[in-house]
């Protein structure tokens, strides 16, 4: 897929990735047997869906009407970063793995927007939204850490 050129598109694209995030934790949250994982996984999903409203209301300030074009959710194997295992396959340690790896991929994602908008304001919605991704990565990388600390 190319990448999108005015703000709008750009913005269209977030929001995108914000509702993929969104069916990707609660696929997660279902998949888990630690019920704390799983309500964290889903606040998780939860605060993707604030993104995606963050997202909307920048597309309002331009002029523009939200859309409600919402994708259905895909398959848990369409998920995947790499050449990585299906969640369905994975353990634990490996489904914070991916999720470590998704919200360094979503940071990337809204550090690398930020930088093509002209708007300081919208440059700085969007390097927040990056900064709650690395929070998001954080969270992740304790829960793993405690994990490798217990074996």
């Known amino acids: 897929m190319s990448e999108p050129d005015c703000y709008e598109d750009i913005l269209e694209h977030a929001i995108a990735k914000e509702v993929e995030a969104f069916h990707f934790y ?48 895909r398959p848990e194997g369409s998920y995947i ?10 353990d634990y340690k490996d489904i914070l793995m991916l999720a470590m790896a998704k919200e360094e991929a979503a940071f990337r994602t809204y ?6 908008v002209s708007d300081e304001e919208s440059r700085e919605v969007l390097l927040a939204l990056a900064e709650e991704e690395v929070k ?16």
């Not at 970063?81 to 994975?90: F, R, Y």
């Not at 550090?111 to 093509?116: D, P």
């Not at 990388?141 to 994990?147: C, I, P």
């Open 26 to 73: 609660m696929a997660l949250a279902d998949r888990v047997e630690d019920r704390q994982m799983s309500i964290v996984f889903e606040d998780l999903a939860k605060e993707e869906l604030g993104h995606k409203a963050k997202l909307e209301l920048e597309i309002m300030k331009t002029g523009r009407t939200v859309t409600a074009k919402q994708r259905p959710p």
């Open 81 to 90: 970063i790499s050449n990585d295992p299906s969640p369905l396959d994975m």
């Open 111 to 116: 550090v690398n927007l930020a930088a093509r």
């Open 136 to 151: 998001h990565k954080l969270r992740f990388q304790a829960e793993y850490d405690t994990l490798l600390k217990k074996r």
